[in-house]
């Protein structure tokens, strides 16, 4: 067994340094993943330059900054990103 030291997650954390011994990393690598895959996923990101994780609640709520090259707009090249996670808790409180 390896005996590996957890170390504290500071915010923010630029998402290239989250590695294994820190803190909540099993629940911040499949928020990080779904975060770049939604934003891939729109024709106007043309690639992810670099991203931020500036909190992480659990699975509930993960808040990320990313700075993307934008194929529509050379001004709007840095975008939040709320985790999916967190609108469906807060569709489902306001029901």
């Given amino acids: 067994m390896v ?6 997650m500071k915010y923010p954390i630029a998402i290239r ?3 294994e011994n820190l803190e909540y ?3 911040v690598i499949p928020l ?3 975060s770049k895959s ?3 996923n729109h024709k106007w990101c043309n690639k992810i330059i670099d991203g931020w994780l500036f909190k992480n ?6 808040v990320f900054l990313y700075e993307i090259e934008n194929n529509q ?3 709007d ?3 939040w990103d709320l985790q999916e996670t967190f609108r469906r808790c807060i569709w489902i409180l306001s029901v």
């Fill in 3 to 8: 005996n590996r030291e957890i170390k504290i």
């Fill in 73 to 75: 707009s050379s001004d």
């Fill in 57 to 62: 609640l659990g699975h509930v709520l993960a």
């Fill in 25 to 27: 990393y099993n629940e």
């Fill in 17 to 19: 340094n989250i590695k």
């Fill in 77 to 79: 090249k840095k975008l």
């Fill in 38 to 40: 939604f934003l891939l």
């Fill in 32 to 34: 990080i993943e779904e």
